[in-house]
């Protein structure tokens, strides 16, 4: 199990490592309000972390153990929450405005960090309660998940998908094109909640097959 909540901590900050790596610095002029932008973004990556990683523990302790068991792993998901974001205000001159990428950078890591402490809150919650006589079975099934986490990207894909939403809604421009329709649902959505709606069907009705999800 230990592993296992290693493997989390370490793929989370991997993932942020290699989406940061890839990152433009969009062209801001209001700084007040792109990091009221950038708070929203890192809470969404915060819950997308929760949900996809709980996700695939439930659909583990299914398999394992059955359905009754799997509904342990939803009781025990951390409840999203609304968090001050921290700034990287206290280790920069208060003369220089940082890079919005970097303010990305400290307050992912940071919300990253806490988030995957009580993903392992969740986990030992969830073990505590497995079947006592099946102790090799959640110790193997744990490895796996935890070999699993060694090759997850979706979170860095995840983490580039949202800054690019972010960086039109920070630029007032067009939300970019999202292939994946779950992906493209909620970027859709989070990016009216920031105030930046994407296309109406009436300007992009020829690409309403696969481009935008409609959202009435």
């Given at each position: 199990?230990?592993?296992?909540?290693?493997?989390?901590?370490?793929?989370f900050?991997?993932s942020?490592?290699d989406?940061?790596a890839?990152?433009p610095?969009?062209?801001c002029?209001r700084?007040a309000?792109a990091?009221?932008?950038?708070?929203l973004?890192?809470?969404?990556?915060?819950?997308?972390?929760?949900?996809?990683?709980?996700?695939?523990l439930?659909?583990?302790?299914?398999?394992?153990?059955?359905a009754?068991?799997?509904?342990?792993v939803?009781?025990?998901?951390?409840a999203?929450?609304a968090?001050?974001?921290?700034?990287?205000?206290?280790?920069?001159?208060?003369t220089?405005?940082?890079r919005?990428?970097?303010?990305?950078?400290?307050?992912?890591?940071?919300?990253?960090?806490i988030?995957a402490?009580e993903?392992?809150?969740a986990?030992?919650?969830v073990?505590?309660?497995l079947?006592?006589?099946?102790g090799?079975?959640?110790a193997?099934m744990?490895?796996?998940l935890a070999?699993?986490?060694?090759?997850?990207d979706?979170?860095?894909?995840?983490?580039?998908t949202g800054w690019s939403c972010?960086?039109a809604a920070?630029e007032?421009?067009?939300?970019?094109?999202?292939e994946?329709p779950r992906?493209r649902?909620?970027w859709c959505m989070?990016?009216?909640?920031v105030?930046?709606?994407?296309?109406s069907?009436?300007r992009?009705?020829?690409?309403r097959?696969?481009?935008?999800?409609l959202?009435s």
């Open positions: 199990m230990r592993d296992y909540q290693d493997a989390i901590a370490a793929m900050e991997r942020i490592h989406a940061l890839t990152l610095e969009p062209a002029e700084p309000e990091r009221r932008i950038i708070g973004l890192v809470e969404t990556i915060a819950g997308y972390a929760v949900g996809s990683t709980m996700r695939e439930a659909r583990a302790v299914g398999t394992w153990f059955g009754e068991s799997a509904a342990l939803h009781a025990a998901a951390p999203p929450r968090r001050r974001a921290t700034t990287c205000d206290e280790w920069l001159e208060p220089i405005e940082p919005l990428i970097d303010v990305l950078a400290s307050e992912l890591r940071a919300r990253l960090a988030t402490i993903i392992g809150t986990i030992e919650a073990a505590a309660r079947p006592g006589e099946r090799r079975a959640a193997a744990f490895g796996e070999r699993a986490a060694h090759y997850d979706r979170l860095a894909r995840e983490i580039a972010a960086c920070i007032h421009t067009t939300m970019p094109a999202i994946t992906a649902e909620l989070w990016s009216q909640l105030g930046n709606p994407p296309p069907e009436s992009q009705g020829a690409l097959e696969g481009y935008i999800a959202v």
